[in-house]
Antibody, heavy 118, light 116 residues
Framework: QITLKESGPTLVKPTQTLTLTCTFSGFSLSTSGVGVGWIRQPPGKALEWLALIYWNDDKRYSPSLKSRLTITKDTSKNQVVLTMTNMDPVDTATYYC??????????WGQGTLVTVSS | QPVLTQPPSASASLGASVTLTCTLSSGYSNYKVDWYQQRPGKGPRFVMRVGTGGIVGSKGDGIPDRFSVLGSGLNRYLTIKNIQEEDESDYHCGADHGSGSNFVWVFGGGTKLTVL
């Protein structure tokens, strides 16, 4: 059974850097074709894809946020980390990590709400 | 990259059927689209992928047979028959575009389905 869980701060100040960790089980990020991504959802708004990392350490970023995002993996710990710099109140959202296989987001975490406020 | 358009809301009575629509922007009629269900307060759940030939691959885990998809032109449809209370959710469509450094994943605005 595949599970993913997001963790990180619930409150960050404007201009700070956000670091989120996705801890997963039930699959290995060293298996060919597997990826883990991050998607966010501001309150009452649409989903927005942020970043994706593959088993071979190939990385993809949303063009509109690329300059602020870094995604990394620690295969031995079954974790994927997303950092987002220069946080702003508009970045307030629930952040999800998801398992990617065969081009779909097959399993999602429960999400973690991050509020950006001074 | 494609733009995916969804009506913001839909409703159907208990036991009835409803069809939700995701419309791709012009020029992307050959694109496959994923459907995701998001129950209140929960993370999204993969439903299934659809192209112009219908379902692509398998349904997500635990998705009942009442859920089906069709694709025609720029439209990708999700039909739910014999609607149950647990089907009241937000439904999102999404698609990938490009490859390599040009890869992007785009979502529609989502449709809130209310069960009457």
């Amino acid at each position: 059974q595949i599970t993913l869980k997001e963790s990180g701060p619930t409150l960050v100040k404007p201009t700070q850097t956000l670091t989120l960790t996705c801890t997963f089980s039930g699959f290995s990020l060293s298996t060919s074709g597997v990826g883990v991504g991050w998607i966010r959802q501001p309150p009452g708004k649409a989903l927005e894809w942020l970043a994706l990392i593959y088993w071979n350490d190939d990385k993809r970023y949303s063009p509109s946020l690329k300059s602020r995002l870094t995604i990394t993996k620690d295969t031995s710990k079954n974790q994927v980390v997303l950092t987002m710099t220069n946080m702003d109140p508009v970045d307030t959202a629930t952040y999800y990590c998801a398992h990617r296989l065969s081009s779909s987001w097959s399993i999602w975490g429960q999400g973690t709400l991050v509020t950006v406020s001074s | 990259q494609p733009v995916l358009t969804q009506p913001p809301s839909a409703s159907a009575s208990l036991g009835a059927s409803v069809t939700l629509t995701c419309t791709l922007s012009s020029g992307y009629s050959n694109y496959k689209v994923d459907w995701y269900q998001q129950r209140p307060g929960k993370g999204p759940r993969f439903v299934m992928r659809v192209g112009t030939g219908g379902i692509v691959g398998s349904k997500g885990d635990g998705i009942p047979d009442r859920f089906s998809v069709l694709g025609s032109g720029l439209n990708r449809y999700l039909t739910i028959k014999n609607i149950q209370e647990e089907d009241e959710s937000d439904y999102h469509c999404g698609a990938d575009h490009g490859s390599g450094s040009n890869f992007v994943w785009v979502f529609g605005g989502g449709t809130k389905l209310t069960v009457l």
